[in-house]
């Protein structure tokens, strides 16, 4: 008897956890002044796999240019649009580097989007990969896909787009 009741009460403090959580993740989602959302804040820690099995850290994108960080769904037309739109303008990225994030469930879709949008035609511009250190929960506002990210040399963040931009908007963080 003891013990149905010991069970009892912590799945009832379990499901108040939860529902606590819940409701604090979707305000730290929308808040645009959260540790890494708010302009001026840094780079959270990255680990981004790529589909050839390479693991993308901050470490990979220590370099002297500005870095366009874009959360981006595959199968998303909005994001294939601005992915179309960043490969016809390949040629303004000279410091730049363009990493793409997707969720990990997005897998599956991942290979025919790079084959389809040529990405791994510009190794060492652009890098796709899937996240797999919460970037995304921690830098995306929850607005409109994409949200494009662009952090400094110092990977201090300088600018949030969110859904398609066109390119003059974007030519004058892109180095």
Same mark, same amino acid.
């Given at each position: 008897m003891l013990r149905n009741l010991l069970i009892i009460v912590c799945l009832l403090s379990s499901a108040n956890v939860f529902a606590q959580k819940? #409701?604090?993740?979707? @305000?730290?989602?929308?808040?645009?002044?959260?540790?890494?959302?708010?302009? #001026?804040?840094? %780079? &959270? &820690? %990255?680990?981004?796999?790529?589909?050839? #099995?390479?693991?993308?850290?901050?470490?990979?994108?220590?370099?002297? #240019?500005?870095?366009?960080?874009?959360?981006?769904? &595959?199968?998303?037309?909005?994001?294939?649009?601005? @992915?179309? %739109?960043?490969?016809?303008?390949?040629?303004?990225?000279?410091?730049?580097? %363009?990493?793409?994030?997707?969720? &990990?469930?997005m897998g599956p879709y991942l290979q025919n989007f790079i084959t389809t949008y040529h990405t791994d035609q510009y190794p060492g511009t652009i890098i796709v990969g899937l996240d797999s250190n919460s970037t995304i929960d921690k830098t995306f506002r929850y607005e409109s896909l994409p949200q494009i990210n662009i952090y400094d040399a110092n990977r201090k963040l300088i600018k949030v787009f969110s859904g398609n931009r066109p390119i003059d908007s974007l030519k004058r963080y892109i180095q």
């Open positions: 819940k #409701g604090a993740h979707a @305000t730290v989602a929308n808040d645009p002044n959260h540790p890494y959302k708010a302009i #001026g804040s840094s %780079l &959270p &820690p %990255l680990r981004v796999v790529a589909m050839d #099995g390479k693991v993308i850290t901050n470490k990979e994108v220590d370099y002297h #240019g500005n870095l366009v960080v874009m959360l981006f769904n &595959p199968t998303c037309e909005h994001c294939q649009d601005q @992915t179309d %739109l960043f490969e016809k303008n390949i040629f303004l990225f000279k410091k730049s580097k %363009l990493l793409m994030i997707a969720a &990990p469930t």
